[in-house]
Structure formats: C-alpha cells, structure tokens
C-alpha cells in the first residue's frame, strides 16, 4: 500500500487544516473571577464571560499577555511593543507608551495607578557589542498612569530582570533577576529582591535556584512566604520542584513534576505533570494536598478567589480555555477549533510498560483511523527535551506528528523514555551525561513490544524527533539498522559543538557529559554524539533544520550532512531561511508536513 495524500484527503485531514488552526493563549482571569481574557492567534485579545452570560469579544487586533488591573476594570496588555489599557466600562483602548520602549512584560500595581514594566535597554545594534558588558539587560521600570511618565529606579546593581509579581493585597513586589540575558549563563545566577514601589528601595533576599521562575506567594505565620519553581540541585538536568526563598524543596520526593506555580489569595496552587496527564494541587503548610486529576494536559493556570482557568487538551481535543472552581468540573470556555469536530482521528491508546532494568514506563499509541491491528508500518517520534513528554492529549502539529501520519496509515508510537517529565525528579536526572543510552533501550523495548503484539511490521520501521527527539533520531540510526527511514528534525548531532555554540550550552553539557575545554580528549560527549557514529547508518535520513536557529544550530545538521556525505549514506538536507528552533512561517509548516509523509511513504511505503 502506498500512503499519500489521498488517503488523508477522504479522512478530511489536510496539512492546511493543521497549520491554519486556531489556538488560545496565555488566559488571565480577572480578580472578580467573572471575566477571562485570552489571546487567539496568530495574536487577537479576546475577552469571555466565565459563566457564559454573554459571547466573547475581541478587544484589539494585536495584543499579549494581559493583564487586569486589582478592581478588574481595566485589562492592560502589550501590542506592537507598546501597552495598551483597555477600559470595560465604555470600551475604549488607549497606548500608553511608546512602540519603541523595549517592553518585555508589564504588571499593574495594586494602587491602580502604576504599571510596573520590564523593558530592555535601548543600544544601537550597529555599536560593537562588548559580552558581558554591553549585554541587552531588561530594567525594572515604572510607569505612572497620572502623568504618563516612565521612571528607570537605580536598584539591582544592572542586573537582568526576568518576572516581578506582587504580594497580594499590594505592598512590595518580589522580583527574580540574572546577571546578564545570556541563557547560558544567566539561569545559573538567579537571584530574588524586594522591591518597594512607594519608596523606590530595593533589598537582596539571596540567591535563587538554577533556572527559577514562576513566582508565587502566599500566607505564612511570619506573614507571608514566597516561592518559585527551580531545578532540582545538584545537576543542571534535572526535575523541578517548588522552592521558598530559604532553598527548602517542597515537593521533594514527589513520582511527578510541577510545571507551574499559581498565586492566589492563600495557599498557591501547583500543576503537576503527572504521568500521561495532569494534576492539580495546593501548596498547604502541611505539603502538597491534591485538588483535582484532569486528562491530557493542562497550562498557563490562572486563578481568582476560589476559581481557576487554563489551556487544556485532551486525547482528541485540541487545546481550549477551561474554567471553573478549584476543585473542579472545568468547563470548557473557547471553542477555537469547531473546524476539526468532523475530522475522523486516530485511535490514541495509553501504553504503559517497563523497560529493561524495570523502571516503570508509558507512552502513547495512535492507530490509523478505523484500524484496530495490525501488522503496520509504525513511526516512533521522540518528544524533545528531554525535559518533556507526551501527554495524552491531541498529537496534532506541524512537526512530526502522530495524528498527520495515522492520518495516512501508519502506527505511531510516542514513547516517554527516562530524562523525561511526568515521574518526579530521580526519573528526569537518569540522563545525565548519559543520553542515549538508557533512554535508547528505553524507546526500543516499546517497539519491540508493539511488535511483539503484533501492532508494528519489523520490517517497516521509521523513527522521527524534533530537538532532543531530532537527536535520539540520529542517534537511533547509528545504533541499528531496523529503521528503513529516519526525519531528524533541529536534531544535535555533536554534544561538544552545543555546548560551544548552543544558548543553553552548560546545561547541554550536561547532557552530553563534557565540554570540549576540558582537555585533549576524547571527551564523554563524543561518545553519546551521532556524527561519532555517522560511518554506521544505512538507514535514509531526512534532515529539516532553521537557518536562524539558537537553540540547536544549524551547524548541527550541516555538520551531520557531511558526515553522511561522506560516507555516501542515503539522505536529504533541508535548510528553511528566517526560521528558528521553532517554525513560524505557514509556507514552512506546510513543507514540513508534506516532506515529512513524503519521505515515510518512499521508504516505508
């Protein structure tokens, strides 16, 4: 059987349909709890009414991350580098700076009458850029809505700012800054300060953890405690876990991971990726206490006095803004893809196993539409990383995708190896300088069960990842010759050279397990990098990367090309100009999606 886009045409799915989708973003649930706003790509502000009294509306053309102000009255929120307030009572949208402030994110104070930004430095990017010196820097700002002025408080010592938030009821913010914007060296010296906006004074509380961020605070015996989420010490790869300010961990021990840090009035609130799902809990004074199990995954949590919101997607739902009370049911508040609910999906099915060593496993499989056996080609995609996972939710996306595949007849499997997210801190650190080797066998004794079970032909095989997945794509083909093709998408080919040239390279490092300064060599990196190992594939690759791209770059996959070139391995090389790490042009996605089924269907066909 051959599996081309006719296949898909009369399932209904078209790469048009998955690229052109669209999707809510970060909600912000004002103070009352009665009103929800939201940004819809490619970028609209909208507003919704929580309990469904009136249909939402569109606020402004162009806008993020908003922001309400403490009588919720007012949403603020960023538009064409400038912000923006938006006045319910008689509708109006005003700006109140400039486009050219270099505004990063913004907060209104409590008092009503002050706007606290963070805005970068403005410098002439023609002038020589002096590292560690000359950096861009993002300032604590403030921005007085009496007289429409900005104020710079000499406070922080030029240190960047990432995140402010404010205790609640008002009074002094908490704010986390880094020496520098580099994110390779700026995670690694976090630190918090208060900040007194009556006064304009600032004070040290200390170090923070390596890559803190979402900061939350709530009521304690001394009055009120603050905290945030960190990766859990010593190594830079790790799980991460909640901290206060005096370094104690308090979801130690935990077999899952939060990913989110929820102010409120009291006891903050945690999202945990728990498995293939998610689950909500309430930071208490006694630990952690769970509130509610939701399917899928939730993000972006937001909440006001006993009502919270989020993204949520489940197994055959795509992502849409949930609301309701803390404890749950969540109703559904969006519905931006009424497009899809004619679509005939996949079959998606948790699996859960145990690898080799019996460290307990799961993953996903997702069958083509109205099959349910097999023997069938089966692509496995790895999820990047590794710090993440597959949830159980809608696998509908421009990269290689679970959903665009079945849609044309293969068996995908979705497996969560080790160093992944869902399993609590000790499963996530298992990589550590050890990548690709344990995760590897990992992902291989799932496909061996699955063709054990009779779901996957051993003799038609393909292995697809973007990122770390791109990696483990590369890597695999190195190690066996049973995958008949391979898509190795922003993949890492050589450790060494990301950790030189990567924008996280001390935590690739990590990963790889040395850097290329610490002596002659050879070095552990080597040994877990695919281009050590490019002399063995036989196997037709596919390599998609971005021009721009800083994350991994794309001397990654011109590096892996040669390799290949040299040994006259069968392969395709493609650079996509203006693209970063993630593709955000629709004439990009769309060639993604049809590369990549393209190939699959040349080999595996």
């Given at each position: 059987m051959r599996h081309t886009?006719?296949?898909?045409?009369?399932?209904?799915?078209?790469?048009?349909?998955?690229?052109?989708?669209?999707?809510?973003?970060?909600?912000?649930?004002?103070?009352?709890?009665?009103?929800?706003?939201?940004?819809?790509?490619?970028?609209?502000?909208?507003?919704?009414?929580?309990?469904?009294?009136?249909?939402?509306?569109?606020?402004?053309?162009?806008?993020?991350?908003?922001?309400?102000?403490?009588?919720?009255?007012?949403?603020?929120?960023?538009?064409?580098?400038?912000?923006?307030?938006?006045?319910?009572?008689?509708?109006?949208?005003?700006?109140?700076?400039?486009?050219?402030?270099?505004?990063?994110?913004?907060?209104?104070?409590?008092?009503?009458?002050?706007?606290?930004?963070?805005?970068?430095?403005?410098?002439?990017?023609?002038?020589?850029?002096?590292?560690?010196?000359?950096?861009?820097?993002?300032?604590?700002?403030?921005?007085?809505?009496?007289?429409?002025?900005?104020?710079?408080?000499?406070?922080?010592a030029g240190r960047h700012v990432v995140e402010l938030r404010q205790r609640p009821g008002g009074g002094p913010l908490a704010v986390l800054t880094r020496e520098s914007s580099d994110d390779d060296h700026g995670p690694r010296t976090g630190r918090l300060h208060l900040f007194d906006p009556a006064t304009g004074t600032a004070s040290d509380l200390g170090p923070a953890g390596v890559d803190a961020r979402s900061l939350a605070w709530w009521p304690s015996p001394s009055g009120h405690q603050l905290g945030y989420l960190a990766l859990t010490p010593p190594g830079l790869?790790?799980?991460?876990?909640?901290?206060?300010?005096?370094?104690?961990?308090?979801?130690?021990?935990?077999?899952?991971?939060?990913?989110?840090?929820?102010?409120?009035?009291?006891?903050?609130?945690?999202?945990?990726?728990?498995?293939?799902?998610?689950?909500?809990?309430?930071?208490?004074?006694?630990?952690?206490?769970?509130?509610?199990?939701?399917?899928?995954?939730?993000?972006?949590?937001?909440?006001?006095?006993?009502?919270?919101?989020?993204?949520?997607s489940t197994r055959y739902r795509p992502a849409d803004v949930y609301a309701g009370p803390v404890a749950g049911p969540l109703r559904r508040i969006t519905d931006t893809r009424p497009e899809l609910a004619g679509i005939t999906l996949g079959a998606q099915r948790p699996l859960h196993y145990r690898a080799s060593d019996g460290l307990e496993l799961d993953g996903l499989l997702v069958l083509p539409p109205g099959v349910s056996e097999g023997p069938l080609p089966l692509v496995t995609i790895v999820h990047g990383g590794p710090y993440d996972r597959h949830a159980d939710r809608l696998q509908l996306s421009w990269d290689p995708s679970a959903q665009w595949l079945a849609a044309a007849g293969y068996a995908v499997f979705l497996p969560n190896p080790r160093g992944g997210q869902g399993h609590g801190h000790d499963f996530a650190a298992r990589v550590a300088g050890r990548v690709g080797r344990e995760e590897w066998t990992d992902i291989l004794t799932g496909i061996d069960l699955l063709v054990a079970r009779g779901v996957a032909d051993p003799g038609r095989l393909g292995i697809a990842g973007w990122s770390h997945g791109g990696f483990m794509a590369a890597w695999a083909v190195g190690r066996t010759g049973r995958f008949r093709a391979a898509l190795v998408g922003a993949g890492v080919a050589d450790w060494g050279m990301l950790a030189a040239y990567g924008q996280n390279g001390r935590f690739e490092a990590a990963l790889g397990g040395s850097t290329g300064w610490e002596g002659a060599g050879p070095h552990p990196h080597d040994a877990v990098s695919p281009v050590s190992f490019a002399g063995r594939i036989r196997t037709p690759v596919l390599i998609l990367h971005g021009a721009e791209d800083t994350n991994v770059p794309v001397g990654q996959a011109v590096y892996l090309h040669r390799a290949l070139r040299h040994f006259g391995a069968e392969h395709e090389f493609v650079i996509y100009p203006r693209e970063g790490h993630s593709f955000r042009e629709r004439a990009h996605q769309l060639d993604v999606l049809r590369r990549t089924r393209a190939w699959f269907d040349r080999w595996l066909g």
């Open positions: 886009d006719a296949v898909a045409a009369r399932e209904g799915l078209t790469a048009e349909l998955v690229v052109d989708g669209r999707a809510p973003r970060t909600p912000a649930l004002a103070p009352d709890g009665r009103l929800l706003a939201y940004v819809l790509t490619p970028g609209e502000l909208w507003i919704a009414d929580v309990d469904g009294g009136a249909p939402a509306r569109r606020v402004a053309a162009a806008g993020s991350r908003p922001r309400w102000s403490a009588d919720s009255g007012t949403l603020f929120f960023l538009s064409g580098g400038a912000v923006h307030r938006f006045v319910l009572a008689d509708g109006t949208v005003t700006a109140l700076t400039g486009p050219d402030a270099g505004i990063a994110d913004h907060l209104p104070l409590a008092d009503s009458v002050v706007v606290a930004l963070i805005a970068e430095d403005v410098r002439d990017d023609d002038d020589p850029l002096v590292v560690g010196v000359h950096e861009r820097r993002a300032r604590l700002r403030l921005l007085d809505l009496r007289t429409g002025l900005i104020g710079t408080p000499d406070v922080f790869q790790a799980g991460t876990a909640v901290f206060d300010v005096a370094g104690h961990n308090h979801t130690a021990g935990l077999p899952r991971c939060p990913t989110e840090l929820c102010q409120t009035g009291g006891a903050p609130l945690v999202l945990f990726a728990d498995g293939l799902d998610t689950t909500l809990a309430r930071l208490d004074p006694a630990g952690v206490t769970t509130l509610s199990h939701h399917p899928g995954r939730l993000d972006h949590l937001t909440a006001a006095g006993d009502r919270i919101a989020a993204l949520g």
